[in-house]
């Protein structure tokens, strides 16, 4: 079974940036389209970034221009590169593949943007 861990996140301030990592635990990892969502306090989890195993991304519309998504294959590792980050970007972040699968929730890391 692969097993995801999120790691990263932290306190910062409007402006600032943070990189987020989510590492496999198996070599599985490289074929599977992976996503990263977040789940503000009273909202729903969101995909905000996927890359599939080709390295084809997408981009919800609030982070477009802002957060990067990118895997490292040899190392089972998937990114979230956030930027500019916003108030409103203060969520649990998880990892996952896309679309989820049910037994690769993990903690997830809680990513806090405030002065």
């Known amino acids: 079974q692969v097993q995801l861990v999120e790691s990263g996140g932290g306190l910062v301030q409007p402006g600032g940036s943070l990189r987020l990592s989510c590492a496999a635990s198996?070599?599985?990892?490289?074929?599977?389209?992976m996503g990263w969502y977040r789940q503000a306090p009273g909202k729903q989890r969101e995909l905000v970034a996927a890359?599939?195993?080709?390295?084809?991304?997408n981009y919800a519309d609030p982070v477009k221009g802002r957060f990067t998504i990118s895997r490292d294959n040899a190392k089972n590792t998937v990114y979230l590169q956030m930027s500019s980050l916003k108030a409103e970007d203060t969520a649990v972040y998880y990892c996952?593949?896309?679309?989820?699968?049910?037994?690769?929730w993990g903690q997830g890391t809680q990513v806090t943007v405030s002065s």
């Open positions: 890359i599939n195993s080709g390295g084809s991304t």
């Open positions: 198996r070599s599985i990892f490289s074929i599977l389209a």
């Open positions: 996952n593949t896309n679309p989820p699968a049910s037994p690769f």
